[in-house]
């Protein structure tokens, strides 16, 4: 597979930015759903979500875009983020960039469903992102602040 999926745990993997060619292979590894969270024309020569869209949709995935920017992350990211996850009823791969929004987001979404700061910190070091610079944000969600 071309595209670099990194598993955080059974329920998400994430991504750098994929292809829509990456999508039948995705589908091939089990995923169900697609989180894109890469707004359009970020960097010149990247797919358009809508490209990625129509494979996924044609592979029988379903695709949701929750777009983050430079600016950071907002409340309703974080709730679309957990509806999709919530929605998916299977594996769900996120991508961005780099992951490292994806994760970001991931972990945010799970600290505000009650999920453990300590553990997400943790299962996002394993997939090789470092989330201590969302840390106070997770314990605020998870109320553990």
Not at 7 to 15: G, W
Not at 61 to 74: N, Q
Not at 109 to 133: F, I, R, T
């Amino acid at each position: 597979m071309t595209a670099d999926i990194r598993r955080i745990d059974d329920r998400i993997s994430v991504a750098p930015q994929i292809t829509p060619w990456d999508v039948s292979e995705i589908a091939r590894a089990g995923f169900v759903a697609i989180v894109n969270n890469r707004p359009d024309d970020e960097e010149a020569g990247q797919p358009e979500g809508a490209e990625i869209r129509a494979a996924a949709e044609a592979a029988g995935l379903s695709y949701t875009e929750i777009p983050i920017t430079h600016a950071g992350f907002s409340f309703p990211q974080v709730e679309a983020m957990a509806a999709a996850l919530d929605a998916a009823g299977g594996p769900v791969l996120a991508y961005c960039r780099s992951g490292t929004r994806s994760c970001n987001l991931w972990a945010l979404a799970s600290a505000k469903a009650g999920g453990d700061p300590d553990e997400l910190v943790a299962k996002g070091a394993g997939a090789g992102y470092d989330l201590s610079g969302i840390r106070p944000l997770l314990d605020q969600l998870s109320g553990q602040a």
